[in-house]
């Protein structure tokens, strides 16, 4: 059955007109037939959810994938191709959000029964994403259901749940949903110089105006905390919040068209330093449209435009003659970027076994009156060599404004007149299905970066976020993965990267501070009988280069082939028992534990003894359940 991805992502039926409750079947085969972008990785949440470690959280689950290389054990953020965290992009929805996941190896900002699917697009990804020199991780939410059901959890770090049902003879729905952790009260018993919180949300209400039209709004939000309880009061050393609004207009011109028009608003803000937050007022709108013009032949094009205001809370006493504050002070001007683009892409059928998606995604930059323009080729094709082997190619040039170490609300540097950050990504690769549900791939990719932000990499012990010190570089390597889905009586995946990551700064060459040359997952799921069900997951990986910290004014050349630290292995655990409670509800006991081994990461310094974090071990024991 061929569909239109677009319709899909719209919640919409490929007959037209908005879904509901009672046409679930064919909502069914709708999903059942999506196919993912050329060299993307789909995760539904019926799989993610039996990965141990994962805490049945789909974004957690994405650093499991090949191409991904993890910063520390458990820390949500990563490199993706050789591409820093900075760089990778994060959509919920098709709205920009500043990050996927809690502080504190906490889970996702959204609860897990709302999210339907994660794409992770390594690199080459279609053109409706743009903006990011890095990968891109997508979600989509569960589409509107006018039968009133709901799911929850309580764990020993946190609660959440969400619920939803219908009014109106089903032609408007309401949701509600959330998470609130009571890591704080814990901690502060276990380890009283520290105080962790996390809460997020979400909301959405949709109604249908007749057969082809649906009005939405979406809402969702994030809180983190981190901070030290001193004799004045709380000592705040991470704090950061984000909210956003995005509400929506769908219609459906026939089966093989529809459109969706947006417009989002949003606020985030971050703790810089003591009695001061940067923050960003938000404000966007994007259309976009899907045409299927014949059986072979699929337009997709859209435009959008975000303004953002960027600021920073003034201190009550400034010094303006203290140099330090100064240059903080130039890091986060009060200022307005503006970001206007548009794309196209054709998935074309050329040939019987051949298919080819070209595609162009143009973006004007405007900050601090300085402008900057990036055109961005895209194109995919995948060639059926058989019923069982495809070839998969993509490859796309992207562009970036400058960004600071990782995904951090509020903070975006806002200096043009370096240029954007550049990536030209390419792979390819062969996929094979193999009997009894057992799939294989096998990919190829080389990335090469231009005018790259990537202070974690470049700098030798103590990143400085005010310098704007420019790198290129490369990365290339090899992906390898063996599945067979955990949702089976036995399933299991083993994923392997091999890969090399290089940075270049004036004439000096060397290795990325984060390159891994091995990183493996592998990963086992039985049905034990009874509504018992046990999995572990196992994760290796090589040691980062060791650094070579500068003394005095002399800093010392960074071999090409530097000393590493050790490597780092862990195991997962999860054991789950499941009860049916008539004849659609469910309830669940589930035991996990992330880091069953103790293990602890040692960061090579160089000189001296080098720095071991840990053993960073999560365990979680808590009760889940639907209806």
Do not use: C
Not at 36 to 63: C, K, M, N, W
Not at 389 to 400: F, K, P, S, T
Not at 450 to 460: A, E
């Amino acid at each position: 059955m061929r569909v239109t991805r677009a319709l899909v992502f719209f919640g919409l039926l490929v007959a037209g007109g908005p879904a509901r409750a009672q046409d679930s079947a064919p909502i069914e085969v709708v999903v059942e037939g999506e196919k993912s972008a050329p060299g993307a990785s789909a995760l539904t949440r019926a799989e993610v959810r039996q990965v141990p470690g994962a805490f049945g959280d789909p974004f957690r689950a994405i650093e499991a994938l090949p191409g991904v290389t993890p910063i520390v054990s458990g820390v949500p953020f990563f490199y993706v191709r050789g591409a820093p965290p900075g760089n990778v992009g994060y959509f919920l929805d098709g709205v920009r959000v500043p990050y996927l996941y809690h502080i504190g190896l906490g889970p996702s900002v959204v609860h897990p029964a709302i999210v339907q699917r994660v794409e992770f697009h390594p690199g080459g990804y279609p053109a409706r994403f743009g903006r990011f020199a890095g990968g891109i991780v997508s979600a989509e939410v569960t589409a509107p259901r006018d039968d009133w059901h709901g799911e929850g959890n309580v764990r020993l770090f946190d609660l959440g749940g969400v619920v939803e049902g219908g009014f109106a003879d089903g032609r408007g729905t309401v949701l509600l949903g959330g998470r609130y952790s009571y890591t704080g009260t814990i901690l502060s018993l276990l380890v009283p110089e520290i105080k962790l919180d996390y809460r997020d949300y979400q909301a959405r209400a949709s109604y249908d105006f007749g057969p082809r039209d649906r009005v939405s709004v979406f809402s969702f939000g994030a809180y983190d905390l981190l901070g030290e309880p001193k004799d004045r009061g709380l000592d705040i050393l991470f704090g950061s919040e984000f909210y956003r609004v995005d509400l929506r207009y769908d219609h459906v011109f026939s089966r093989d068209s529809a459109l969706r028009y947006a417009v989002t608003l949003g606020y985030d803000q971050t703790r810089l330093s003591e009695f001061r937050n940067g923050h960003d007022e938000m404000i966007g709108s994007r259309v976009e449209i899907v045409h299927r013009a014949s059986d072979d032949v699929t337009l997709r094009g859209g435009a959008d435009v975000t303004v953002d205001a960027f600021a920073a809370s003034d201190l009550e006493h400034e010094d303006p003659d203290n140099p330090e504050l100064a240059q903080r002070n130039a890091l986060f001007p009060e200022r307005r970027d503006i970001a206007f683009g548009g794309y196209a892409d054709v998935v074309a059928k050329v040939a019987r076994d051949v298919e080819v998606t070209p595609g162009l995604r143009i973006d004007l930059y405007a900050s601090g009156g300085t402008t900057a323009l990036g055109v961005d080729p895209r194109i995919s094709a995948v060639f059926r060599v058989s019923d069982d082997v495809r070839i998969v190619h993509a490859y796309g040039l992207v562009h970036q404004p400058p960004s600071f170490l990782g995904p951090i609300p509020g903070l975006v540097p806002g200096d043009l007149e370096n240029g954007l950050q550049t990536s030209l990504q390419s792979s390819a690769g062969v996929e094979v299905a193999l009997p009894d549900d057992v799939s294989a791939g096998v990919t190829f990719f080389h990335n090469a970066f231009f005018d790259l932000t990537d202070s974690l990499s470049i700098s030798s012990l103590d990143p400085d976020l005010t310098e704007d010190r420019r790198a290129q570089g490369y990365a290339v390597g090899m992906e390898l993965m063996l599945k067979r889905r955990l949702t089976r009586n036995l399933g299991g995946f083993v994923s392997y990267t091999l890969s090399r990551s290089m940075r270049s700064v004036g004439r000096e060459s060397f290795p990325s501070a984060f390159d891994r040359t091995h990183v493996a997952n592998a990963a086992i799921g039985y049905d034990l009988g009874r509504k018992w069900r046990a999995g572990t997951r196992a994760v290796f990986y090589t040691g980062t280069p060791k650094a070579y910290p500068a003394n005095g004014l002399i800093v010392p050349p960074r071999p090409k082939a530097p000393e590493r630290g050790p490597a780092f292995y862990r195991v997962d655990l999860r054991l789950e028992k499941r009860w049916q409670v008539g004849k659609q509800g469910w309830l669940s006991f589930v035991t996990e534990v992330m880091n069953a081994t103790l293990s602890k990461e040692t960061f090579a310094s160089g000189t001296g003894e080098d720095t071991t974090i840990g053993p960073v071990t999560i365990p979680s024991v808590g009760v889940e359940g639907g209806f």
